[in-house]
């Protein structure tokens, strides 16, 4: 017998480990109704092992519903976590009907800030998830859902207490999820205030954000502000940030992520602040690419290149600053977080309107990546659609655009 036949047969030869299930993303869409549970499904997706859920006031897609409703939640369902934040400004404010609300279920909270739903328990289903119920909604409202299979994924918070410069870590990533990689990238919420989960607490204040585990831990996020008694003004704001989190109130409440490890991720906190943090990891994704996404001049396609890879799957968000960094602006607050991709893609889009004490807030839910909405003016809306996901970055149709001025925001690309 020749030497080496019998490792040519494989005998005697290290067990070859089976390859991981490969990251799949997608978007499913559709009605929230006054029942004990919904299903939010993919046709043929599989199992979903983390969700982005975006609930909102609106009544019917692509229609617009005063009052702004604006309720995103992060779950896995590895360790069953379901953290996030719902916020409302009721239309036609005077004095006291604004609210947040930080919660470990799902909820909805209507434009006056009372709680229409809550105890909302997420599970998997067959290609999707169920939200049952503990008490049911009101209503019928629109959703869309951001969903992951094949991916590592652990959902929580983190209690940012203390001065500016001080650190706080999520550390036990590898023992929750198993995952000897630091995580890809995370998804980050911020709230005004410490207490909870289940705590409400008056004025509509959160942002969103997003890092990515790039070498140069790029990272970008959107905050809003609206205080009780619009009649003044001053009192509704909006901020883009470089950071991870960055509330826009008077507080200027703001975090950086400053590390991944195996272990986790760590957030420094760069105000002194006393705030809830709910934040979603992501790890198995094999390409990231977060930048700073800015409205075109003019409407059509408009292509973008420079990613680095094919993307597979866009989450994206604007709002009507026109600027860019840690400075605020008492501006008209209008925010929009869309995801898509060739197959399907969905937003939801807030407003609130700056010492105005009739008409003054709304909410939508959309068929297109983009799409901002503001009732009072069309001079602050812009409508994207993805037209394709190219060899090094994406299409995006523009169909209508602010009047005045391009629109600042982001854009994440994923590969799997």
Known sequence: MPPGFMQLLGVGQPPVAAAGPTANMAVARGAVAASGTVDITSSGFGDVDAAIIFISWATAEDTDTDGLSWNTYFWDNAS????????????????????????????????????????GAVTQITDGIRITWGNNPGGTYRYYAIFFSGVTAHADYLSMSGSSGDAISY???????????????????????????????TGCRLSFGICVNDG?????????????????????????????????????????????ATTGFTVTMRTNSDKRCPYLAIGGLSNVHLAELTTPAATGNNATTGVGFAPDFLIACTDAHTAYGSGSTSLDMLLTIGAGDENDEASISSYSEDAV??????????????????????????????????????TINWTQLDETSTNKGFILSIGY
Do not use: C
Request: net charge negative.
């Open 80 to 119: 069953g976590n379901e953290i996030g934040l719902s916020s409302a400004d009721e239309d036609g404010q005077g004095t006291t009907d604004t609210e947040t609300n930080f919660r470990n279920d799902v909820a909805i909270v209507d434009q006056t800030g009372a709680l229409d739903a809550t105890g």
């Open 171 to 201: 550390s036990t990533w590898d023992t929750d999820t198993g995952d000897s990689a630091a995580p890809d990238l995370v998804f980050f919420m911020s709230h005004a205030s410490l207490n909870g989960p289940d705590h409400s607490q």
């Open 216 to 260: 140069s831990l790029t990272q970008k996020s959107t905050g809003m502000n609206s205080s009780n008694n619009k009649t003044t003004s001053a009192v509704v704001q909006r901020r883009h940030s470089d950071r991870v989190g960055n509330i826009a109130n008077n507080n200027s409440d703001s975090y950086e992520l400053t590390a991944f």
């Open 357 to 394: 004490a009739t008409s003054n807030s709304g909410s939508r839910h959309s068929s297109k990546l983009l799409q901002t909405y503001q009732s009072s003016t069309s001079a602050k809306e812009h409508t994207g659609a993805i037209v394709s996901l190219d060899a090094d970055g994406h």
